[in-house]
């Protein structure tokens, strides 16, 4: 497709793959060291409008006083807005003079002060053209207001196809070459991709390495051993608060459609699942008594069990006492190194899940591409995925059993390095974050631990190494050094998860954690 032209006989809808971010430069250190802070609109309406009028010098005192007070402390402390009084002629000289920055002549109160615009802002744009990979695309909201203004309201309230198409041909053309608005075939709709690929069968667990398959639950007990777990759930709404409260996107994973929710009887998390319809049957049986697990078929009996939906209580006992052994030793292991390594952290079903889904936005190129970026290269990767952050609440809970103080999703990223790539001795970016878990889910080659991609951290005592599997979490400070050597030949498909302490309320990478 030509961007710039209209397909004809296409339905055209917002298209929710793609990302649009207000930012602007940073100029301190002590939140983060990113060279910019952005926002996503979809998540920071009021912070991004603000930019936006701030950028424009379209705001007044009295229109500012209708912004929240938190709003403006942060955009001091980064510096964004600075004291309008008492300027050296340098600073003078550089505020007068920025001239991408039209907010730069007027200033606004806040508490008896008055401000001014320290940088320009930008609307960046992650969308896909074509057939290739996520590419980011920018425009300046000071010099193209009109178009600014209708991609906000766009992200915000949406937009029909009539009105979409009412809109001015040049606007339209502009709008659709970022990517915002679509052709319905190229809607990437990624919530239909677990009730499509990932139903609960032997194809699904084949995507296990052989290596991971006796994380599974022991399924080798008599047929009358096994009975139905009680926290089995047909929608999220019929959990308690507790459960709900695992799962950090609830409404995302809603929108997924599940047909059940687990709470594992060993681990005490719970999961979604996509059953068939013969499955969901013999459940509905299963609960109304009117079958017992004796009855079912052999293969529907182990995949049962193999999600939680059926346990043997004598197997569940010595499994739970098992795990709770190696909670004491994960935390042996955080109290002698500052790092750790807690292997097989990803239960098996959402391992099987998390591969093909990686696949799944490589093959179709969800996904950005850094052949080359500062040091870092041949690294495929997506902020803010919302099915790493519903693993993310679960490892939450498991993490949280042995960590010494609680913790909860702050951000992640799905990433993929192919051979050739690199990633440089680093400290992570935002101080925030109090620790940050590496998360293999598929490597190439696989299969023996001495062949992996390792990791070097620098701790307090010692250079740790740490060679991970698919399934394995490596858990550092993130403040820590850590760096890999370059990847001769291989790929890399991981989740990284960085989490902030429990009762952190703030800006993170430019979402309100709360």
Same mark, same amino acid.
């Given at each position: 497709m030509q961007y710039g032209t209209m397909q004809p006989n296409s339905k055209w809808i917002v298209n929710d793959l793609?990302?649009?971010?207000?930012? #602007?430069?940073?100029?301190?250190? *002590?939140?983060t060291r990113s060279k910019y802070v952005s926002f996503a609109i979809a998540e920071q309406p009021q912070m991004c409008e603000l930019l936006i009028r701030l950028s424009r010098g379209r705001l007044n005192d009295s229109q500012a006083a209708k912004y929240p007070a938190f709003l403006f402390e942060q955009l001091i402390d980064y510096g964004f807005l600075r004291p309008a009084r008492g300027l050296a002629p340098r600073q003078m000289f550089k505020r007068y003079f920025s001239v991408l920055n039209a907010g730069r002549f007027r200033s606004i109160a806040f508490k008896g002060h008055r401000y001014y615009v320290a940088s320009l802002v930008f609307m960046a744009f992650y969308s896909q053209r074509g057939n290739d990979y996520l590419r980011e695309t920018v425009v300046l909201p000071a010099w193209a207001g009109r178009f600014a203004d209708k991609v906000f309201d766009i992200v915000r309230n949406g937009i029909s196809e009539a009105a979409f198409l009412a809109l001015p041909g040049r606007l339209r053309s502009r709008i659709e070459k970022h990517g915002l608005v679509t052709p319905e075939a190229k809607q990437p709709y990624l919530e239909r991709f677990f009730g499509e *690929?990932?139903? !609960?069968?032997?194809? !699904?667990?084949?995507? /296990?390495?052989? #290596?991971?398959?006796?994380? &599974?639950?022991d399924c080798s007990g008599a047929a009358t051993d096994y009975r139905l777990n009680h926290d089995i759930f047909f929608s999220s709404g019929e959990m308690g608060d507790a459960l709900r409260a695992q799962i950090p996107n609830l409404a995302w994973a809603d929108s997924c459609k599940p047909s059940i929710w687990v709470r594992d009887p060993v681990r005490d998390?719970?999961?979604m699942y996509w059953l068939t319809d013969a =499955?969901?049957?013999?459940l509905r049986a299963l609960?109304?008594?009117?079958? =017992?697990?004796?009855? /079912?078929?052999?293969?529907?009996?182990? /995949? #049962?069990?193999?999600?939680?939906? &059926? *346990?043997?209580?004598?197997?569940?006992? =010595?499994?739970?006492?098992?795990?709770a052994e190696r909670l004491r030793e994960v935390g042996k292991q955080v109290d002698e190194n500052g790092c750790f390594t807690f292997e097989g952290i990803l239960p098996p079903i959402e391992l099987a899940m998390s591969r093909k889904y990686l696949r799944f936005m490589k093959e179709r190129k969800f996904l950005l591409l850094d052949r080359a970026n500062g040091k870092t290269e041949e690294r495929f990767w997506i902020h803010r995925d919302e099915f790493t952050f519903y693993l993310q609440g679960q490892i939450s809970t498991l993490l949280n059993q042995v960590l010494p103080s609680p913790v909860k999703p702050g951000h992640n990223a799905l990433t993929i390095y192919e051979s050739g790539a690199t990633l440089p001795r680093h400290k992570d970016d935002v101080k925030a974050f109090s620790w940050v878990m590496s998360l293999p889910v598929e490597t190439r080659p696989e299969g023996n631990k001495d062949e992996a991609w390792p990791i070097y951290v620098e701790t307090p005592k010692a250079i740790h190494k740490a060679m991970l599997q698919a399934g394995d979490g490596h858990v550092i400070d993130p403040q820590m050094p850590h760096w890999r050597d370059r990847l001769a030949d291989g790929r890399l498909s991981i989740l990284l998860l960085w989490f902030v302490p429990h009762d952190y309320r703030g800006f993170v990478n430019g979402s309100w954690i709360d």
């Amino acid at each position: 497709m030509q961007y710039g032209t209209m397909q004809p006989n296409s339905k055209w809808i917002v298209n929710d793959l793609c990302k649009v971010i207000v930012g #602007f430069r940073n100029y301190t250190t *002590h939140a983060t060291r990113s060279k910019y802070v952005s926002f996503a609109i979809a998540e920071q309406p009021q912070m991004c409008e603000l930019l936006i009028r701030l950028s424009r010098g379209r705001l007044n005192d009295s229109q500012a006083a209708k912004y929240p007070a938190f709003l403006f402390e942060q955009l001091i402390d980064y510096g964004f807005l600075r004291p309008a009084r008492g300027l050296a002629p340098r600073q003078m000289f550089k505020r007068y003079f920025s001239v991408l920055n039209a907010g730069r002549f007027r200033s606004i109160a806040f508490k008896g002060h008055r401000y001014y615009v320290a940088s320009l802002v930008f609307m960046a744009f992650y969308s896909q053209r074509g057939n290739d990979y996520l590419r980011e695309t920018v425009v300046l909201p000071a010099w193209a207001g009109r178009f600014a203004d209708k991609v906000f309201d766009i992200v915000r309230n949406g937009i029909s196809e009539a009105a979409f198409l009412a809109l001015p041909g040049r606007l339209r053309s502009r709008i659709e070459k970022h990517g915002l608005v679509t052709p319905e075939a190229k809607q990437p709709y990624l919530e239909r991709f677990f009730g499509e *690929h990932c139903r !609960l069968d032997d194809a !699904l667990l084949s995507e /296990l390495p052989a #290596f991971y398959r006796p994380y &599974l639950p022991d399924c080798s007990g008599a047929a009358t051993d096994y009975r139905l777990n009680h926290d089995i759930f047909f929608s999220s709404g019929e959990m308690g608060d507790a459960l709900r409260a695992q799962i950090p996107n609830l409404a995302w994973a809603d929108s997924c459609k599940p047909s059940i929710w687990v709470r594992d009887p060993v681990r005490d998390i719970v999961s979604m699942y996509w059953l068939t319809d013969a =499955q969901l049957r013999d459940l509905r049986a299963l609960k109304d008594s009117s079958r =017992q697990a004796a009855d /079912l078929d052999a293969a529907t009996r182990r /995949l #049962f069990v193999y999600c939680g939906v &059926l *346990h043997d209580p004598a197997r569940t006992a =010595q499994a739970r006492a098992a795990w709770a052994e190696r909670l004491r030793e994960v935390g042996k292991q955080v109290d002698e190194n500052g790092c750790f390594t807690f292997e097989g952290i990803l239960p098996p079903i959402e391992l099987a899940m998390s591969r093909k889904y990686l696949r799944f936005m490589k093959e179709r190129k969800f996904l950005l591409l850094d052949r080359a970026n500062g040091k870092t290269e041949e690294r495929f990767w997506i902020h803010r995925d919302e099915f790493t952050f519903y693993l993310q609440g679960q490892i939450s809970t498991l993490l949280n059993q042995v960590l010494p103080s609680p913790v909860k999703p702050g951000h992640n990223a799905l990433t993929i390095y192919e051979s050739g790539a690199t990633l440089p001795r680093h400290k992570d970016d935002v101080k925030a974050f109090s620790w940050v878990m590496s998360l293999p889910v598929e490597t190439r080659p696989e299969g023996n631990k001495d062949e992996a991609w390792p990791i070097y951290v620098e701790t307090p005592k010692a250079i740790h190494k740490a060679m991970l599997q698919a399934g394995d979490g490596h858990v550092i400070d993130p403040q820590m050094p850590h760096w890999r050597d370059r990847l001769a030949d291989g790929r890399l498909s991981i989740l990284l998860l960085w989490f902030v302490p429990h009762d952190y309320r703030g800006f993170v990478n430019g979402s309100w954690i709360d």
